[in-house]
């Protein structure tokens, strides 16, 4: 099983830069894919970034458009999302995500289903 909690979430005006943060807890793989979803109530969890927890991998949708970052720490199990620049169009839930040793990994890394663990969300409300 595995754990994941997010924090580093919050109120913040157009422009400003925030960092949240992804602690996992439990088994861990060197052939996991570890990121970060994002959802408006009303709309589809939407893919925002991912990395490969055991290589140097990274992967960004197309709206991230340079201004986020995703980066990890193997040894004290954090996974990070730095976001620039944040906009009102930014406003979401922000969930942790890992697709762990299930046999979903045939799902590409940007979609929903690949992935068996989730966070339980942190809200990043952006002001203009």
């Known amino acids: 099983q595995v754990q994941l909690v997010e924090s580093g979430g919050g109120l913040v005006q157009a422009g400003e830069s925030l960092r949240l943060s992804c602690a996992i807890s439990?088994?861990?793989?060197?052939?996991?894919?570890m990121g970060w979803f994002r959802q408006v109530p009303g709309k589809e969890r939407e893919f925002v970034a991912a990395?490969?927890?055991?290589?140097?991998?990274?992967y960004y949708a197309d709206f991230v458009k340079g201004r986020f970052t995703i980066s990890k720490d193997n040894a004290q199990k954090f996974v990070y999302l730095q976001i620039n620049g944040l906009k009102p169009e930014d406003t979401a839930v922000y969930y942790c995500?890992?697709?762990?040793?299930?046999?979903?990994?045939?799902?590409?890394?940007?979609?929903?289903?690949?992935?068996?663990?989730w966070g339980q969300g942190t809200q990043v409300t952006v002001s203009s």
């Open positions: 995500v890992n697709d762990g040793p299930s046999g979903r990994k045939y799902y590409g890394i940007q979609t929903v289903p690949r992935y068996s663990y």
């Open positions: 990395l490969t927890w055991g290589g140097s991998s990274t």
């Open positions: 439990g088994r861990t793989s060197g052939n996991d894919v």
